[in-house]
């Protein structure tokens, strides 16, 4: 029977047996896994082809329970429909078994609802995919494969069923709110491009995270900010004494050949953080003419022997080595001669293999430190242990390294470990340690692969701002972990030329990229710590992270993770 001259509502029952009937290898090409919101086996028994219109599936429905339907497919009875679900279920094909597997969503009790119901409630329903993606897991479809009868049973389910079965059947499994990766089943599957849009709102967007991050950022270099009027009255105080010191020298026999003090360190690299509390002051003594033979294996530290002539420093000379402790011992009795006399200024203990004299003095309440170092000047060719470092070719030009490479180095009375350890007849505290810190100055006050980078008439780079934040964090560390005393800023300044290095070009240090540039100078500091090797920028062959050793290393790297993982708490 056709169903001749009645009114049809969507599409005749008689045409979808029909087309089942006599297109069962269409069934076959179906892929199933289009249909989890309904019966995975309606698409098939009704023909449903890959080429069939979206709108097919919506008014189609072979569960209707309207007599017309029991009467119009007379000669296609309840038991060859069974069989033929059974013969469906029985095939080895992997796109026939992954709805039953794989598909959570309930998808058999749908199939009691009328034809004109289902197309009703999709028209009313234009957010089913909004909502489908904010539901958790749905019930599995009773269990994974029914058997023929039960779904012969669920055929004859009450009317009301299925209102409560086609919200379930929509909603999707195991939807992930950030993802999108689970498709939707029926209409959903043709809104899917839209999908990730509406899901990445109930996720906390990755921007959002780095906008607080790098709020958090920007509020701690604030902070760390010197004010104007305390870097002036410090500095005032500190050149002061600093003047008087190199007269004072100036009268002695020893020294008074004492040149400019060369002003190095933080402060007069403009990276001082919070207040003007640190100086360091370099008081330089020329010397013609001397042998520098080095003293271990590492390249920093060598032994001097000054050469016929009449240097004043010859007193300090035994045997053929310019002894650094005793130069140091008569130096430091110098200073505090001179500083005697100026009782606003204290002079603290010397400590082992430190090579300066350390002066406090209070100013606004604010303590103040000043190290005045003894150094000697070579103007000559920079040690061989140099050749490999300064790799700032690809950086700031080969010209600037040959121009920086042309300057005299310094040596200043310094050692590691015992003083009493011998090599080569010449004991570890008379040995003399290189110093660049005035070529270090120089790149740090001249920083950008563009001469205009931090200019008035240039682009502003955040090269300093890390490397601010860097030593910020480090100290709050210590403070936290007495254990991390032996790391100091110079670590965190080396790491940042290091990593200017690899990372040429100003445009890679935009200050409006100061958090992305920041993170990626702790995964640069963070990479040194947990294999222990950070090589010193202008001797590769120094490894800085010898003294603090592996376990400090590691302990130190995993505190750092810990912070850049949950948004730096320590500066809040």
């Known amino acids: 029977m056709t169903g001749r001259g009645r009114p049809r509502r969507a599409k005749s029952p008689d045409t979808e047996c029909a087309k089942a009937k006599t297109k069962p290898e269409e069934m076959k090409r179906i892929p199933v896994a289009r249909y989890p919101g309904k019966d995975f086996t309606e ?44 013969k469906e279920l029985s095939t080895p094909t992997g796109k026939t078994k992954a709805p039953v597997l794989g598909t959570k969503a309930k998808t058999c009790a749908g199939r009691a609802k009328t034809t004109d119901q289902s197309a009703e409630e999709i028209k009313t329903k234009p957010d089913t995919a909004k909502d489908a993606l904010k539901t958790p897991k749905a019930k599995k479809c009773g269990e994974k494969a029914k058997s023929p009868e039960q779904f012969a049973e669920m055929t004859k389910a009450q009317p009301e069923a299925p209102k409560d079965a086609t919200k379930a059947s929509i909603k999707t499994p195991n939807a ?20 990730p849009k509406d899901a990445t709102k109930a996720c906390v967007p990755r921007a959002r995270c780095e906008d607080k991050v790098d709020s958090v950022l920007h509020t701690t270099l604030e902070k760390l900010k010197i004010k104007r009027d305390d870097r002036s009255d410090a500095a005032g105080v500190v050149n002061k004494i ?39 002051v370099m008081l330089p003594i020329p010397v013609d003419r001397v042998n520098v033979n080095p003293f271990g294996d590492d390249g920093a530290f060598y032994s001097v022997e000054l050469k016929r002539g009449k240097s004043p420093l010859q007193k300090f000379q035994k045997t053929d080595t310019l002894s650094a402790s005793e130069m140091l011992k008569e130096f430091r009795d110098e200073v505090k001669k001179c500083v005697k006399k100026h009782t606003e200024w204290e002079v603290t203990r010397k400590k082992a293999g430190c090579p300066a004299v350390t002066l406090l003095t209070t100013v606004k309440s604010i303590t103040i430190s000043l190290d005045v170092v003894l150094s000697i000047v070579v103007k000559s060719s920079w040690p061989p242990f140099t050749k490999e470092g300064i790799q700032i070719d690809g950086w700031l030009g080969t010209k600037v390294k040959q121009q920086y490479k042309g300057m005299p180095y310094y040596l200043v009375p310094k050692y590691e470990g015992k003083g009493t350890v011998e090599n080569d007849g010449v004991l570890a505290r008379d040995i003399w340690r290189v110093s660049f810190s005035h070529v270090e100055k120089a790149i740090l006050k001249n920083h950008g692969s563009e001469k205009t980078c931090c200019e008035k008439v ?106 850049c993982d949950n948004g730096f708490p320590i500066f809040k």
């Open 176 to 195: 992930k709110t950030c993802g999108g990766k689970a498709k939707p089943p029926g209409k959903i599957t043709e809104m899917q491009p839209e999908a």
């Open 458 to 563: 240039g682009a502003r780079c955040c090269r300093k701002d890390c490397l601010k934040l860097l030593k910020h964090l480090l100290s709050l560390l210590k403070e936290k972990d007495t254990s991390f005393d032996k790391f100091c800023s110079y670590h965190a300044k080396t790491t940042l030329l290091h990593a200017c290095c690899s990372r040429t070009k100003d445009t890679e240090w935009r200050a409006s990229s100061l958090s992305d540039c920041f993170q990626l100078l702790l995964e640069d500091f963070v990479a040194h710590l947990e294999v222990g090797l950070l090589h010193n920028f202008f001797i590769p062959t120094q490894n800085l992270l010898s003294g603090p050793g592996p376990k400090k290393c590691n302990s130190l790297a995993r505190r750092i993770k810990e912070e």
């Open 43 to 86: 698409g098939k028994a009704n023909g449903i082809t890959k080429e069939q219109k979206p709108k097919a599936q919506k008014k189609t429905s072979h569960t209707e329970e309207k007599p017309s339907v029991q009467s119009a497919c007379q000669d296609k009875t309840a038991k060859h429909l069974i069989e033929e679900i059974k």
């Open 242 to 280: 600093v003047d008087i010191i190199i007269a004072h020298l100036k009268e002695t026999h020893c020294f008074k050949e004492v040149a400019e003090p060369l002003r190095t360190g933080s402060y007069y690299e403009n990276l001082k953080i919070s207040d003007p509390d640190e100086f360091d």
